[in-house]
C-alpha cells in the first residue's frame, strides 16, 4: 500500500469537517499540560468544537481550494484545528479565553465565516459574544419597556381604574388658563 492511499483518508476527514465550517482556527498547543490539554479538549467538545491536530501537509491538501486555503500560510510547527459548523465564533472564544489561564496556547489565526484573521484580529473576533448572549441581551432590551408598561398598569389598577388614572395625570398636568376673553364691542 502507497504512503498516498494511508494519507487519504486522514486529507477525507479534514475536508468532511470543514466542508459545512463557520470557522476554522490554529492553534499552537505546544507547552501545555496534559491537564490542561484534556481540559481544552473538554469544554471545545461542549461547545460542539471538533479539536485536531493534524500534520500542516496533509492540512494543506485538505484546504486547497476552499474558503480556509488562507491558513496554509500559519501551518508551521505543531498545530492543532478547532473547527466549528454551528457557532461562528465558538473556538475563538473558548480559546481566547482558556488561553488566559494557559498562557502556553496561541491562536496563530483563523477563518471565520470566509475571511481570514490573524492573531489581533481573532482576539476581537472571541469578545463578540455568543449567538445565545446576544439573543438574551436582545431579549431584555425588548422585555424593559414592556415590564415598565406593565408596572404603570399596576400602579393604575390599584389606584382606582381609569376614573384615577384620569385625575391623577390630571393632577399631574399643569392646568391650562383659559384665555382672557375680551369685551366685545
Given at each position: 500500500m502507497?504512503?498516498?492511499e494511508?494519507?487519504?483518508?486522514?486529507?477525507q476527514?479534514?475536508?468532511?469537517h470543514i466542508?459545512?465550517a463557520?470557522?476554522?482556527?490554529?492553534v499552537?498547543?505546544?507547552?501545555l499540560t496534559?491537564?490542561?490539554?484534556t481540559?481544552l479538549r473538554?469544554?471545545?467538545?461542549?461547545?460542539?468544537?471538533?479539536?485536531?491536530v493534524?500534520k500542516?501537509?496533509?492540512?494543506?491538501?485538505?484546504i486547497?481550494g476552499?474558503d480556509?486555503?488562507s491558513?496554509?500560510?500559519t501551518?508551521?510547527?505543531?498545530n492543532?484545528?478547532?473547527?466549528?459548523?454551528?457557532?461562528a465564533t465558538?473556538?475563538?472564544?473558548?480559546?481566547?479565553?482558556?488561553a488566559?489561564?494557559?498562557?502556553?496556547?496561541e491562536?496563530k489565526?483563523?477563518v471565520?465565516?470566509?475571511?481570514?484573521?490573524?492573531?489581533?484580529?481573532?482576539?476581537?473576533?472571541?469578545?463578540?459574544?455568543?449567538r445565545e448572549?446576544?439573543?438574551s441581551?436582545?431579549l431584555?432590551?425588548?422585555?424593559s419597556?414592556?415590564?415598565?408598561?406593565?408596572r404603570?398598569l399596576?400602579?393604575i389598577?390599584e389606584k382606582g381604574?381609569?376614573g384615577?388614572?384620569?385625575e391623577?395625570?390630571?393632577?399631574?398636568?399643569p392646568?391650562?388658563?383659559?384665555?382672557?376673553?375680551?369685551p366685545a364691542?
Open positions: 502507497a504512503k498516498v494511508l494519507k487519504q483518508p486522514i486529507v476527514e479534514i475536508s468532511e466542508k459545512d463557520q470557522s476554522v482556527v490554529v499552537n498547543y505546544r507547552g496534559v491537564a490542561e490539554d481540559e473538554k469544554q471545545l467538545r461542549e461547545a460542539g468544537v471538533v479539536y485536531k493534524y500542516n501537509t496533509l492540512v494543506n491538501f485538505a486547497k476552499t480556509f486555503e491558513l496554509a500560510e501551518l508551521e510547527g505543531p492543532a484545528l478547532a473547527i466549528s459548523t454551528t457557532d465558538a473556538p475563538a472564544r473558548i480559546l481566547s479565553k482558556f488566559k489561564t494557559a498562557p502556553a496556547l491562536i489565526a483563523g471565520v465565516e470566509g475571511t481570514f484573521y490573524d492573531a489581533k484580529g481573532m482576539a476581537a473576533i472571541a469578545a463578540v459574544p455568543s448572549e446576544l439573543l441581551k436582545f431584555g432590551s425588548i422585555q419597556p414592556i415590564t415598565n408598561f406593565a404603570v399596576n400602579q389598577a381604574g381609569a384615577a388614572a384620569e391623577t395625570v390630571a393632577e399631574a398636568a392646568a391650562e388658563e383659559a384665555p382672557a376673553e375680551t364691542e
